[in-house]
């Protein structure tokens, strides 16, 4: 092993200079990605006159063999993204008949009961805010205070009765237990959720 530790020494030392830009191995200039595992040179410039960045991307989208010896493999680090993004890496496990029956129940109870939850939710969120301005104001005024805790624990207790937020965190809990096996429709909210962003 000592022989193969300074066989990696004696290559990384002339490999660092026309590789790296002169960053020193023993100077801790490098950010080092955990996988694979390229070290990344603190002097690439990403510049109109210069293409460090193009020629590091490619450095680090190779797929590196797990040895001593520099070895590329099948694929890129950017396609792996892209299987995970398109589903094509996740796990998948088709939804039994009963659970597809409770999925879709669960599923419209939600939708039924979305709105009121939601606004139970923001009459809570609008107690809490007028509390926290007033305790964080300048001079905050107890007796304010004490009504504006009471509005907080008041919408609180019926964002729980009749916002039924328990149960409808609960069946929103159980909808994505059971979509766990399939994870496409997570994805497919992410990728909603992005592309309004």
């Known amino acids: 092993m000592a022989d193969n530790l300074r066989l990696l020494k004696n290559i990384f030392s002339e490999l660092e200079k026309p590789l790296f830009l002169g960053d020193g191995l023993s100077s801790g200039e490098f950010h080092v990605l955990m996988q694979p595992g390229q070290f990344m040179s603190t002097n ?93 104001s300048p001079n905050p005024d107890s007796s304010k205070l004490s009504t504006l805790q009471q509005k907080v624990d008041d919408t609180y207790s019926d964002w729980e009765t009749m916002g039924q937020k328990g149960q409808y965190e609960a069946t929103k809990a159980r909808v994505i237990y059971l979509i766990s096996g399939d994870p496409s429709t997570m994805w497919a909210d992410f990728k909603k959720y992005t592309s309004l962003s």
């Open 44 to 136: 690439l410039k990403e510049a109109d006159s210069s293409d460090d960045m193009a020629i590091q991307a490619d450095l680090t989208d190779l797929l590196i063999d797990t040895q001593f010896i520099y070895t590329t493999l099948n694929g890129a680090v950017s396609q792996q993204y892209k299987d995970i993004l398109n589903n094509a890496a996740l796990p998948y496990a088709p939804l039994s008949s009963d659970d597809q029956a409770e999925l879709d129940k669960d599923n419209q109870w939600l939708v039924d009961h979305k709105s009121t939850y939601d606004a139970f939710e923001g009459y809570y969120h609008d107690a809490l805010d007028a509390y926290n301005q007033e305790a964080n």
